[in-house]
């Protein structure tokens, strides 16, 4: 059993930066890909950002791509995201979720576990 604890996101105004954190519990943390997701109010979960085990690896949607950098710690158990040039259409819960294979994903149904999500608010 994996547990993800998100933290970081708060208001934040329009070309603004956030870094969001999430802690995972487990022993086998450093063979899972991760990845981030985000849910605006009223829209589906939108794949954010992943990467694979060693950190070496990661993958971003368009509209992050040149923002976002997703990150890993695995001597802390704790992956990142940090955001750059926030605009408010970022507004959204993020939640981290882990996989139990080390590759890479942007599928939301890839991935087994999942953080409670943290509020992120980007202010025109």
């Known amino acids: 059993q994996v547990q993800l604890v998100e933290s970081g996101g708060r208001l934040v105004q329009a070309g603004g930066s956030l870094r969001l954190s999430c802690a995972a519990s487990g022993r086998s943390f450093s063979s899972y890909g991760m990845g981030w997701f985000r849910q605006a109010p009223g829209k589906e979960r939108e794949f954010t950002a992943a990467?694979?085990?060693?950190?070496?690896?990661?993958m971003y949607p368009d509209s992050a791509k040149g923002r976002f950098t997703i990150s890993r710690d695995n001597a802390k158990n704790t992956v990142y995201l940090q955001m750059d040039s926030l605009q408010p259409e970022d507004t959204g819960v993020y939640y981290c979720?882990?996989?139990?294979?080390?590759?890479?994903?942007?599928?939301?149904?890839?991935?087994?576990?999942w953080g409670q999500g943290t509020q992120v608010t980007v202010s025109s």
């Open positions: 979720a882990a996989r139990t294979v080390s590759s890479i994903s942007r599928y939301y149904y890839e991935y087994t576990y």
């Open positions: 990467i694979n085990w060693s950190g070496g690896t990661a």
